[in-house]
């Protein structure tokens, strides 16, 4: 037996330079590391990938195809619809979910009972446009939808109220726009204008010299030349002979 005490076997073992291990390890190696990200490094659930696409905050999946860098464009979109309660409410509601762009959005009779017409403005990519008429077209009340080719004719009324402070100029520069005075008083001239987008905005920065006090835009209107379907599939009815869509 050797002579060494408890205590000095004690002593040794709790000045033992070799570093403790976990689970086994070998000595002198050091403890084992994690290398997985830190939960602030990990990507949120709505930026992780998925089979078909990623979804924005409201849920709505985004197709790859239209997240992708592409130009904008303006496009002015017609759909024929049913004369629903609550129509107009689901077709913004339907584009605005999907983060798309509304200029303007523009409703009225057709010559049918019961028909409207939704001419609506939108500033986005191609796929993006194609993506709102395939979205719409899926809505019950939609019978007909599609793009307005570009020389359609369009057109849109403005309501422009301006200081009167020079009623002579002012009913000049109306003149020259093809507008109307509409309301004339001791302080402010209303003043109507009619025409495309190019026209009204020409309009409206001559005016700005008078000071415009307001403005009200209906936004642009639209129907294709000739016989040409202002809406891809369309059949255009007269009075008293309902409106379809060429199935």
Do not use: C, W
């Amino acid at each position: 037996m050797s002579g060494e005490s408890p205590d000095d076997r004690a002593d040794e073992e709790s000045t033992d330079p070799r570093p403790a291990t976990d689970g086994g390890s070998a000595a002198g190696e050091g403890p084992e590391t994690d290398s997985r990200p830190m939960p602030s490094e990990q990507p949120g659930p709505r930026e992780r990938d998925h089979p078909e696409g990623r979804r924005n905050l409201e849920g709505i999946r985004i197709d790859p195809v239209v997240e992708a860098e592409h130009e904008s464009r303006r496009a002015v979109i017609s759909a024929l619809v049913e004369d629903e309660p609550g129509v107009l409410a689901r077709v913004s509601g339907l584009v605005s979910r999907r983060q798309f762009n509304i200029e303007s959005l523009t409703v009225g009779p057709t010559t049918v009972d019961g028909h409207s017409r939704i001419t609506m403005v939108v500033e986005e990519t191609d796929p993006g446009i194609d993506q709102i008429e395939k979205q719409m077209a899926k809505l019950k009340p939609v019978i007909s939808v599609g793009e307005v080719a570009g020389d359609a004719v369009t057109s849109e009324l403005v309501l422009l109220k301006v200081e009167a402070d020079d009623p002579a100029a002012v009913h000049a520069v109306s003149e020259m726009y093809d507008g109307k005075t509409v309301d004339a008083g001791p302080e402010t001239i209303t003043v109507e204008l009619t025409g495309d987008k190019t026209d009204v905005d020409s309009a409206i920065g001559a005016f700005e010299r008078f000071g415009i006090v307001e403005i009200a835009r209906t936004g642009p209107t639209a129907l294709a030349r000739g016989n040409t379907p202002t809406a891809p599939g369309e059949k255009p009815g007269t009075a008293g002979e309902p409106t379809t869509h060429d199935d």
